[in-house]
């Protein structure tokens, strides 16, 4: 038989093979039968030196053409195969089983609307600061002009680890120490920090959380402070609250002010869409929030600074702002740890 | 402070509503905390007029009335024994609640009908009174609500007076307020004193021994006085202000209280002995009987008011019994004095008396007042009991009131206010608020200062909390209306210098919880106290360290008596809740403080910030497709070891904290066992381990219990300043080696790393542990370790990789007991 003959027998050889052949792995083993080292073609293309050399060209060339035309006939036939298996394969695909995460972490509420708070007050350049949580008497009280036996020290009932050592009943002591170790104006600071006070019922637990604001600079009003926090308060509860001013008593702060924001519950109606009395705001349409006033000259002279100084000073309470952002009804939910509570915060 | 609006208004005639003026004061500064009404359920009762009385056909004890109602006439039975005909009576009809519960019914009484009921006062809420019937003026008319005939305090405000403001602890305190609000006129009770009889202000000889104390002391005497009941507005009013009646002279006292806040003390005089009254503090071991009836053990601090042989009264805050008001007691020493806030205070906490006198003595009492109140509540005495006013004041005021003359600059309050005022404002504010206002010639450097008006301010004697510029500024602004300042922001002016300071503990402690959070962790918060019986509990007997704990001098309770010293107690307590809410896999962390004691630190405490991590039960909270198993030792290594490798912190060394000398093991966590201490280049920055079985029983485990806490102080010390250098990528491929060591249990995987570490193969460039088996019945373990060989240059061969393997092969064997 003639090489030329040979080599134009192989398509059909392959095509009839192709046919037969049930699987990839057939396609795989009729590869290497024709076009593999020791393949047909190979072979063939051993027995080239026989022929004549005129006639060799024109060989090489109608074998390449059958070369590539036989690689085509596999390459279809092995696409048939690999889709048809990807098909079988996708058939049983489920993609409604769980996946596998990893364990989901969550951060605790508390933890959550600090960082909210301190966020805000970072973008306006106010720096983070911590100090210590027990207290001595000047940091807690003297310095912030609430002297010994004093009835303003009954706002606060004092937990004592001993004569003139107390578990620190806010985080204004910050504004002292910071005060003190900054050593003049100005100064911007946000204190976020554990707080205690020897009380225990249903809307008050013995440990909780304050955040402390302080500003003090050249010419601060009571108009700065009006703007900052509203500012603020519309940030953290949204652009459409309202917020309201009102005198108050704080030592350390002269005026003093209480901040109201309008209920979110029931934006500020005192009533619920039907008529319902309002639960949260008690019908009054308005929620304190937080605690506020000019620094006291008191506080100034204390840490010997200028009286002719200005500042702000606010402080306001971390639990009771979750509660509002969070509708969280129970105070005592925020120190049980329950992980069905907590999972909620991730 | 109960402020009743009829009352006020007896004083000022506001004519807005309870809710508007609550309002109005909310924004001056004197918060409405409630509003109530505590006559509302009188409102349906109305007078009855008892038209006929007969005795019941069948029963003596009963009468059948028929009373006019005004659009009725109704048929009522009463068990009444004073009820007669003619008289005025409160009616409740048919259905009508009464205000001490129950409806009325319908209903028949041994046979008679009967449709309503006539009420005592003890059954209409007015008082304890029920002996009988209540029996009504003649002239009120008939069918009229009963609020509305006896013209009751129907609506009563609660005010929350800041402790600033004890001037506003009365009805006249408020209705200045209001006045100065509204600019309505103040009047103020006319006077109806007469007296007579000859001058008593001899009779008494009054002392104070230290003007300190009691810088006035004022008294007048009526005489031929009978204890008797009070008028039935007084005891209304009274009981709508949460004041219990007592008698007529008592109730006067707190009349006056309540109204113009002046605490008033009457003794009965025939038990004045010796005709004298000192004040001074009280003897070493001296004690009163008050009149609550309990033996006092008194304090040199405490105000004693005393007659000539013995302590009567403690001054201030409650009197003494021996000198009580009684029924048989008809002369009458009335006592009007201001004693030191201070004193009072020091004495009423102590004694834990916090009578409503000693609150208002705390906060301040009118000197300037005293004698209106004097003469108000000795007229009203007199009159209410049948006596007279003797002639004469026995009177001393050591210690005169002055008022501070205050300078305020209109410059200053504008820059603090941030705000402009009209010029006649600030005068017509503090006039308003009783001040004497006086504008003042501007300073020779006026113009320096840029001060355009400057007034010297005298406040008046019951404004205590006045004695500053700012304090003024304040009142200006609350009139003003801290509502109406608009808001402006302010420029915050940020010192460069503070730019590039390393990042805050605050900061750091926020990333690490988040990192915790990544981690797959809770975070809870536990409360800083526990006990001193749960610490002893986890420590045992000899771990405690008691010494070192900060104990709660006054604690809420037993369970909160101590600051924690370690995390665990909050953790291991938070575990617990969730086992018995049936969690089945629990991982915590807990970012928090713990407390020691230590004598050097300005607060006597070192705090240190910790880090805590609780692992328990399943790996996976989900069960398919996560492998099944409970978390272990090497769930809890791994997160450690991941913190540290997430804060570029360097390699920390886990050391069976059981091998070190038991004067080291005594400073670790005794309810850890097997308790591992973290190290970091030989510094110990925490622990972690299993808890002690017998410790997590108490917390309901059944399964390990997995912790670890490190100080965050130490972490946050450890940190490396800037990014770690970067490592070229190796070019020539690396060469594997595997290596089993069969290891006796002695033998920890971390000494035969570190064999290996120590013989500087040259081409080694790591080793790690890649299988670990412990065969079944034997004491050995085999450990496989990979072993990665590369060139820096070129590819190596595998005979000169191979001859180092064995070269590390027999050094390991000959410096270990291991076969390979």
Redesign the interface.
């Known amino acids: 038989m003639g090489i030329i003959a040979g080599l134009e027998r192989l398509e059909p050889e392959l095509q009839s093979g192709l046919e037969q052949a049930s699987s990839l792995s057939q396609v795989d083993d009729l590869y290497t039968a024709f076009l593999g080292r020791k393949g047909a073609l190979a072979q063939l293309m051993g027995h080239l030196p026989e022929l004549p050399a005129e006639e060799r060209p024109a060989f090489g060339k109608a074998a390449n053409a059958v070369k590539e035309r036989l690689a085509e006939l596999l390459e279809a036939r092995r696409q048939f195969f690999l889709s048809e298996s990807e098909l079988a394969e996708f058939a049983r695909f489920d993609p409604t089983?769980?996946g596998?995460?990893?364990?989901?972490?969550?951060?605790?509420p508390?933890?959550l609307v600090m960082?909210e708070i301190?966020r805000v007050f970072t973008s306006?350049?106010?720096?983070?600061?911590?100090g210590?949580?027990?207290?001595?008497d000047f940091y807690n009280f003297e310095a912030l002009n609430l002297p010994k036996?004093?009835?303003?020290r009954?706002?606060q009932d004092t937990?004592?680890?001993?004569d003139g050592?107390v578990?620190r009943t806010h985080t204004s002591p910050m504004q002292v120490r910071t005060m003190l170790e900054r050593k003049k104006p100005?100064l911007?600071i946000i204190a976020?920090g554990?707080v205690?006070r020897?009380?225990?019922d249903l809307t008050h637990?013995?440990?909780f959380h304050q955040i402390e604001g302080l500003?003090v600079?050249q010419?601060?009003?009571?108009?700065?402070l009006?703007?900052?926090l509203?500012?603020f308060l519309r940030e953290l509860f949204g652009k459409s609250v309202n917020v309201?001013?009102?005198?108050?008593?704080f030592?350390f702060t002269?005026?003093?002010?209480?901040v109201d924001i309008s209920c979110i519950l029931c934006g500020g109606e005192g009533y619920r869409s039907k008529g319902e009395p309002c639960r949260v705001c008690k019908t009054t349409g308005w929620l304190e929030i937080l605690g506020s006033g000019?620094v006291?000259?008191a506080v100034f002279k204390a840490v010997g600074y200028d009286e002719a100084c200005?500042g702000f000073a606010f402080g306001l309470g971390v639990e009771r702002v979750a509660m509002l952002k969070y509708g969280i009804d129970d105070l005592r939910m925020?120190?049980?740890?329950?992980?069905?509570f907590?999972?909620q915060f991730? | 402070m109960l402020l009743s609006l009829s009352w006020l208004r007896e004083f000022v005639p506001y004519e807005g509503t309870a809710a508007e003026l609550g309002q109005a004061l909310?924004?001056?500064?004197l918060?409405m905390d409630g509003l109530f009404r505590p006559y509302e359920r009188l409102r349906p009762i109305v007078v009855g007029h008892v038209l006929e009385c007969a005795r019941h056909p069948e029963a003596d004890n009963l009468s059948v009335c028929r009373v006019d109602v005004g659009d009725d006439v109704l048929d009522i039975v009463c068990g009444a024994p004073n009820v007669g005909t003619g008289q005025k009576v409160a009616v409740v009809k048919v259905g009508v609640a009464l205000p001490t519960g129950g409806i009325v019914k319908k209903a028949k009484l041994r046979g008679v009908p009967s449709n309503g009921m006539l009420c005592s006062e003890y059954e209409l809420g007015l008082s304890d009174e029920h002996d009988g019937i209540l029996l009504l003026e003649g002239t009120l008319p008939v069918g009229a609500s009963l609020p509305d005939a006896l013209a009751l305090d129907d609506e009563v405000l609660d005010i929350a007076v800041?402790?600033?403001?004890?001037d506003c602890l009365s009805v006249l305190g408020l209705a200045r307020e209001v006045a100065a609000m509204t600019g309505l006129p103040l009047t103020m009770p006319a006077l109806r004193m007469v007296e007579s009889g000859p001058d008593c202000s001899k009779d008494i000889r009054l002392e104070i021994a230290d003007p300190n104390l009691c810088s006035l002391y004022h008294g007048r005497i009526i005489e031929g006085a009978s204890t008797r009941k009070s008028p039935a507005r007084l005891r209304y009013r009274l009981n709508a202000v949460g004041l219990r009646a007592v008698s007529n002279l008592v109730d006067v006292t707190n009349y006056i209280l309540m109204e113009l806040g002046q605490p008033l003390h009457a003794f009965d005089l025939d038990e004045v002995r010796g005709g004298s009254i000192i004040v001074r503090g009280a003897e070493q071991g001296e004690t009163l009987v008050t009149l609550d009836g309990q033996r006092r053990a008194l304090l040199p601090s405490d105000i004693t008011i005393r007659d000539a042989e013995r302590v009567i009264g403690l001054g201030g805050v409650m009197g003494g019994l021996n000198s009580e008001i009684t029924e048989k007691s008809s002369r009458v020493f009335l006592e009007c004095a201001v004693f030191n806030?201070?004193a009072i205070?020091?004495t009423a906490r102590r004694l834990s008396l916090h009578s409503e006198a000693a609150y208002r003595f705390?906060?301040g009492v009118d000197q300037t007042g005293a004698g209106y109140a004097l003469e108000r509540a000795a007229a009203m005495m007199a009159e209410f009991s049948g006596g007279y006013v003797r002639t004469g004041l026995p009177k001393v005021e050591p210690l005169p009131w002055t008022s501070p003359t205050v300078r305020l600059r209109r410059r200053r309050a504008e820059?603090?206010?941030?705000?402009t005022l009209e010029k006649g404002f600030y005068e017509e504010t503090l006039s308003r608020l009783y001040c004497k206002v006086r504008e003042v010639a501007l300073p020779a450097d006026a113009e320096q200062t840029g001060s355009d008006q400057e007034w010297d301010v005298v406040p008046p004697g019951y404004r205590r909390d006045l004695t500053?510029?700012?304090?003024l500024?304040?009142e200006v602004?609350?009139l003003y209306g801290?509502?109406r300042?608009?808001?402006?922001?302010?420029k915050?002016?940020?010192?460069l210098e503070?730019v590039g300071e390393p990042e805050?503990?605050?900061?750091f402690l926020?990333r690490i919880?988040?990192w915790?959070?990544?981690?797959?962790?809770?975070?809870?918060?536990?409360?800083?106290?526990v006990s001193h019986r749960e610490l002893d509990h986890l420590a045992g007997e000899d771990g405690a360290r008691t010494n070192e704990r900060?104990?709660?001098?006054?604690?809420?309770n037993d369970d909160?008596n101590v600051?924690r010293t370690d995390l665990a107690p909050g953790l291991l307590r938070?575990l617990s809740?969730?086992l018995t809410?049936g969690?089945n896999s629990?991982?915590?962390f807990e970012v928090?403080?713990v407390?020691a004691s230590e004598l050097a630190s300005?607060?006597?405490?070192r705090?240190v910030p910790r880090l805590g991590i609780l692992l328990y039960g399943a790996r996976?909270?989900?069960a398919?497709?996560?492998s099944a198993g409970d978390m272990d030792y090497l769930d809890l290594k791994g997160l450690l070891e991941h913190l540290f490798s997430s804060f570029t912190l360097p390699e920390a060394d886990f050391i069976l904290a059981d091998n070190v000398g038991p004067s080291v093991k005594k400073c670790f966590p005794a309810w850890l066992s097997p308790c591992v201490r973290v190290d970091v280049r030989g510094d110990c920055v925490g622990w972690a381990g299993r808890v002690r079985p017998t410790a997590a029983e108490s917390y309901h485990a059944k399964k390990a219990v997995w912790m670890a806490e490190l100080d965050l102080d130490r972490v946050l010390s450890l940190r490396r300043d800037g990014a770690g250098g970067f490592v070229r990528l190796p070019v020539f491929p690396p060469v594997r080696r595997d290596m089993t060591c069969i290891a006796g249990p002695t033998i920890t995987a971390g000494m035969i790393v570190e064999e290996i570490r120590k013989l500087r193969s040259p081409l080694l460039v790591s080793s790690h542990l890649i299988d670990y088996f412990e065969p079944d019945g034997r004491e050995e373990r085999n450990l496989t370790f990979r072993l990665i060989f590369r060139h820096a240059e070129r590819t190596l061969r595998d005979e000169e990789v191979d001859k180092q393997r064995d070269a590390i092969a027999a050094s390991l064997q000959k410096s270990l007991p291991v076969q390979i």
């Open positions: 089983l769980p596998r995460s990893p364990r989901q972490g969550s951060l605790h508390v933890t960082d301190c306006l350049g106010f720096d983070t600061v911590s210590p949580e027990v207290e001595t036996d004093h009835p303003a009954d706002m937990l004592y680890v001993s050592v578990m100005p911007a976020p554990k205690y020897r009380d225990s637990t013995p440990m500003l600079d010419g601060i009003s009571l108009s700065h009006r703007g900052t509203t500012m309201r001013f009102r005198p108050s008593f030592p002269e005026p003093s002010i209480e000019m006291d000259p200005a925020f120190f049980e740890n329950d992980l069905r907590l999972g991730t | 909310t924004m001056i500064g918060e800041t402790p600033n403001r004890g806030p201070l205070r020091k705390e906060r820059s603090l206010l941030g705000i500053r510029e700012a304090d500024i304040e602004a609350r801290v509502d300042v608009p808001p402006s922001l302010p915050v002016s940020r010192l503070r805050s503990r605050h900061v926020g919880k988040r915790a959070q990544g981690a797959g962790l809770h975070e809870v918060i536990n409360y800083s106290f900060i104990s709660i001098m006054n604690p809420l909160m600051l938070s809740n969730n809410q969690a629990v991982g915590l928090a403080t407390f300005e607060t006597t405490v705090e996976f909270e989900q398919w497709p996560q």
